[in-house]
């Protein structure tokens, strides 16, 4: 019976003295939290999206906290951009609301099939194949990458072509990395943009895709702001030139340009 207590003494001891260590060591060693930060994270919209550019939310408090910019959160737009500027005790910097757009109006009407397509139901795995089935190697391939990886299921397919709808949108960007052709692109939700990605001539083009940008140059002419420029046979706009004026589209005469928002 006297070995017995010994042993619970002695266990009992040595826990308490283990307990009295870890408790020492806690204090001692305790990570002490950033106000700064913590601040920063609970002003943040929580989404972890990434679109920022950094491992989520509490990646990217802590990039501000450092010195990045305060409008590169897409989910929270001009509100959380100026929460954040208070916080830092800096002037709020220009924060458009962004969404993702398709550059592609290819659809069955406007495109032939080259061939039928019975692979997996994937757009990467669909352009590994011969450049996918469609007629126009540079267009939206329509097997929905982009709608799985949508937390916010703002995009869906119609008619073969993907589609956002800018009001459920958040600007993450999963969207933009899952597109193999790269016809995604986060842009101003009143951006002016060119619906066609097409590297080919205008005649090719045509062929391929009657909505296809034939590069005739009359946007470019016509932009005030030099803002437009043909690029490999397709029109490119520098959206920090543009202002919005809708002469690009008006003067297109396949409606390849339109400014967001004006039609779907």
Do not use: W
Request: hydrophobic share 40%; charged share 20%.
């Amino acid at each position: 019976m006297k070995e017995i207590i010994i042993a619970v003494v002695l266990v009992g001891g040595i826990g308490l003295a283990a307990g009295i260590v870890l408790a020492l060591a806690g204090h001692f060693f305790a990570v002490k939290t950033d106000e700064t930060v913590k601040k920063l994270r609970e002003a943040l919209p929580g989404a972890n999206c990434g679109g920022c550019g950094y491992s989520g939310c509490d990646g990217y408090a802590q990039a501000v906290k450092e010195g990045a910019s305060c409008s590169l959160c897409g989910p929270g737009g001009a509100e959380t951009a100026e929460k954040l500027a208070e916080i830092m005790g800096v002037k709020a910097e220009k924060c458009e609301k962004r969404a993702a757009v398709v550059m592609c109006r290819g659809t069955s009407e406007v495109t032939h099939t080259r061939f039928q397509y019975e692979g997996i139901n994937s757009c990467r795995a669909a352009a590994s194949l011969a450049g996918g089935s469609g007629s126009c190697s540079y267009g939206c391939l329509g097997y929905g990458d982009c709608v799985r990886v949508c937390d916010s299921g703002g995009i869906r397919v119609v008619d073969k072509v993907a589609r956002v709808d800018t009001s459920l949108c958040i600007a993450c960007g999963k969207c933009v990395s899952a597109c193999p052709r790269r016809l995604i692109s986060l842009l101003p939700v009143n951006a002016a943009v060119p619906m066609c990605m097409s590297c080919d001539s205008g005649a090719d083009t045509r062929k391929a895709c009657k909505n296809g940008c034939i590069g005739c140059m009359k946007c470019v002419k016509i932009c005030p702001e030099s803002a437009v420029k043909v690029e490999n046979f397709h029109a490119v706009i520098d959206h920090d030139k543009c202002v919005r004026c809708g002469l690009c589209a008006e003067a297109c005469p396949l409606g390849v340009i339109y400014i967001r928002g004006a039609r779907t």
